[in-house]
């Protein structure tokens, strides 16, 4: 028998746990539908601002060797745009829609999603919390006390359940803090962890220059660079918010590293630099990997081995 890759989360059953990590193949209706007609288990859209944005000059996303880098300064069609599509998207069909929300302020977070409540849609809302490509806008993850007054307004905003995209943390303080302000709020059901690493820099030895222009060079970093990160994030969160769900995202380009994000207790897992560079055949080829990985250890499904991770 084929491994069972189906997982049951938030009311609705995925055939896959992977997905697009917001930002990527998520702009526009046609990359949207062809994450929908891929083999993801599911669909979110890119980061939205209230009104549409050209983001941020180009060149300002490159590949390297270990991953990606990129300021992108949220381009997107504005929140009616992805409205439109969740009000016309075929829920039907198995595959959840989330969609992404990053307004330029909260009161601009706060309108759309009354707006989204209002719509009364199956679809969820990730709120994003870290987003590192505004010139001058900090990421509210990195301000505990005003992510906890954000999520405040947020919870009164938005009746039904939710998630939230954070960005990576990296001391045990932290996470134990963050994880005491997340479990206040009894909607947020679910955090992706993690957004990619906040404001690198990639240097090009022959240029003698950076590789994106925007913010002299500074840039999200994704791909090989975070999965480390994005473990930690996954298996102290799942740790510390046993009522919640987590999403992994970071470094995932094959069977293997979905296999560890699970199994640090991630119930999805999200593709972000793969996908950039691979395109939507990514889903189908780290599916039939993970599957043939749980195949060789003998498990039949993911709850067998998520968030099994042993400790020496
Ligand atoms: C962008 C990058 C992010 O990491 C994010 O969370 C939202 C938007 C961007 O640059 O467009």
């Known amino acids: 028998m084929s491994p069972d890759l ?29 994450v929908r007609g891929s083999a993801a288990g599911a669909v979110i859209t890119k980061s939205c601002t209230r009104l549409p944005r050209e983001g941020n000059p180009e060149p300002r996303y490159a590949s390297t060797s ?18 439109d599509y969740a009000r016309r998207y075929d829920y039907a069909g198995g595959k959840p829609l989330f969609v ?29 919390l870290s987003c590192p490509n505004v010139p001058g806008k900090p990421q509210l993850g990195y301000d505990i006390a005003g992510m906890a007054e954000a999520l405040e307004a947020i919870s009164e905003a938005y009746p039904r359940p939710f998630g939230v995209k954070l960005p990576p943390y990296f001391d045990p303080v932290h996470f134990a803090e963050v994880a005491a302000v997340l479990n206040r709020f009894e909607r947020l059901a679910f955090v992706t962890c993690i957004n990619s690493i906040g404001n690198g820099l990639v240097i090009d030895v022959d240029a003698e220059a950076v590789v994106i222009k925007p913010k002299a060079g500074l840039g999200g970093l994704g791909g090989d660079y975070v999965l480390p990160t994005a473990l930690a994030n996954v298996r102290e969160f799942a740790r510390l918010m046993p009522a919640k769900q987590v999403v992994g995202c970071g470094g995932v380009k094959s069977g293997r590293e979905a296999f560890m994000h699970i199994l640090a207790g991630a119930r999805a897992v999200q593709v972000g630099t793969c996908l950039y560079e691979e395109g939507v055949g990514a889903f189908a080829r780290i599916e039939a990997e993970l599957r043939a990985l749980m195949q060789e250890k003998g498990y039949a499904s993911l709850d067998e081995f998520r968030g099994k991770l042993k400790t020496l």
């Open 66 to 83: 270990l991953g990606s880098i990129n300021s992108m300064g949220l381009p997107n069609a504005g929140f009616r745009y992805y409205l």
């Open 100 to 128: 992404s929300v990053a307004g330029l302020c909260l009161d601009d977070n706060l309108t759309m999603l009354r707006v989204l409540a209002e719509a009364v849609l199956p679809c969820f809302p990730e709120v994003n």
């Open 6 to 34: 189906s997982v049951t989360w938030l009311g609705q059953t995925m055939q896959s746990p992977l997905y697009n990590a917001s930002g990527v193949m998520c702009r526009s209706e046609d990359e949207l539908d062809a």
